[in-house]
């Protein structure tokens, strides 16, 4: 059974930092690219980050470029976003995003306040 479960979220200061992971089971973790997504409130969700199977790639949104970093971990089966100089507009809630074909597998969310 295939399980993507993220922690780390929370309520946290403009120009603060949080470390969001997104721990995988029930598939080969190797084998498959990730991602990160949020969806604020009335808001599509976004493709914040993703990284390639052995994470020798990454790409990131505009808007996070040079403050979130994704990477991970293929012997623990984690993917992990830290995300720095946090400003309002990154509240959302943050999905961790298995990219399986034909259709991606999502986590649950971890929601991200950033407020004064």
């Known amino acids: 059974q295939v399980q993507l479960v993220e922690s780390g979220g929370g309520l946290v200061q403009p120009g603060g930092s949080l470390r969001l992971s997104c721990a995988a089971s029930?598939?080969?973790?190797?084998?498959?690219?990730m991602s990160w997504y949020r969806q604020a409130p009335g808001k599509e969700r976004e493709l914040v980050a993703a990284?390639?199977?052995?994470?020798?790639?990454?790409n990131y949104a505009t808007s996070v470029k040079g403050r979130f970093t994704i990477s991970r971990d293929n012997v623990k089966n984690t993917v992990y976003l830290q995300m720095n100089s946090l400003k309002p507009e990154d509240t959302a809630v943050y999905y961790c995003?298995?990219?399986?074909?034909?259709?991606?597998?999502w986590g649950q969310g971890t929601q991200v306040t950033v407020s004064s």
């Open positions: 995003c298995a990219n399986f074909v034909p259709e991606n597998y």
């Open positions: 990284i390639t199977r052995a994470g020798g790639t990454t």
């Open positions: 029930g598939f080969i973790f190797s084998n498959y690219g």
